[in-house]
T-cell receptor, first 112, second 115 residues
Framework: GNSVTQMEGPVTLSEEAFLTINCTYT??????LFWYVQYPGEGLQLLLK?????DKGSNKGFEATYRKETTSFHLEKGSVQVSDSAVYFC???????????FGAGTILRVKS | ETGVTQSPTHLIKTRGQQVTLRCSSQ?????VSWYQQALGQGPQFIFQ???????GRGNFPPRFSGLQFPNYSSELNVNALELDDSALYLC??????????????FGPGTRLTVL
């Protein structure tokens, strides 16, 4: 079946540090890939998405590239801020059907 | 434009009881999906409703059931509650049914505690 594996946290960084959160997936066909963010006490918000191989999703300084050859969708940001502290979820949606399969989430803590 | 809303915010039940959670979808959306998020884990897909019909179900027992109404709002019902049902229940709405490209918009969730 379809699954998503992402790096365990928590990840603790100082402000302005470079961020990478690894995500790999297993899926049949050509899934769409997503990063969602969950701030404390809130629901999930879509951060970025990519719908086909080699697509790069980007938003608010975050980027991720859909790599079919390595089945990966790693999240990166060049300079994190304290306000980026949250839980980040990598997810996929199968080619047919809009059901999301999520990874376990990675807690990011940014210190000033 | 109103976003996805869920009620109640928090709920405490005892084992064996039944619970109903409610979700109002975003304007213009005809598809509602429900997810269970246990503490420290990613959300797990429960089921999806598209134009009032169930359109896919995850690995959850039949005591988890749902409804979608003509205005596309939805209910999640859980019978015979178990301690492991304690979780954050998230509702998400989207348009277009089965297209994997349509963004799902999530509500803030209902925190269910089973004692």
């Amino acid at each position: 079946g379809n699954s998503v594996t992402q790096m365990e946290g928590p990840v603790t960084l100082s402000e302005e540090a470079f961020l990478t959160i690894n995500c790999t997936y297993t899926a049949t066909g050509y899934p769409s890939l997503f990063w969602y963010v969950q701030y404390p006490g809130e629901g999930l918000q879509l951060l970025l998405k990519a719908t086909k191989a080699d697509d790069k999703g980007s938003n608010k300084g975050f980027e991720a590239t859909y790599r079919k050859e390595t089945t990966s969708f790693h999240l990166e940001k060049g300079s994190v801020q304290v306000s980026d502290s949250a839980v980040y979820f990598c997810a996929l949606s199968a080619q047919y059907g809009n059901k999301l399969v999520f990874g376990a989430g990675t807690i990011l803590r940014v210190k000033s | 434009e109103t976003g996805v809303t869920q009620s109640p915010t928090h709920l405490i039940k005892t084992r064996g009881q039944q619970v109903t959670l409610r979700c109002s979808s975003q304007s213009g959306h005809n598809t509602v999906s429900w997810y269970q998020q246990a503490l420290g884990q990613g959300p797990q897909f429960i089921f999806q409703y598209y134009r009032e019909e169930e359109n896919g179900r995850g690995n959850f027992p039949p005591r988890f059931s749902g409804l979608q109404f003509p205005n596309y709002s939805s209910e999640l019902n859980v019978n015979a509650l178990e301690l492991d049902d304690s979780a954050l229940y998230l509702c998400a709405s989207s348009s277009g049914g089965e297209s994997s490209y349509n963004e799902q918009f999530f509500g803030p969730g209902t925190r269910l505690t089973v004692l």
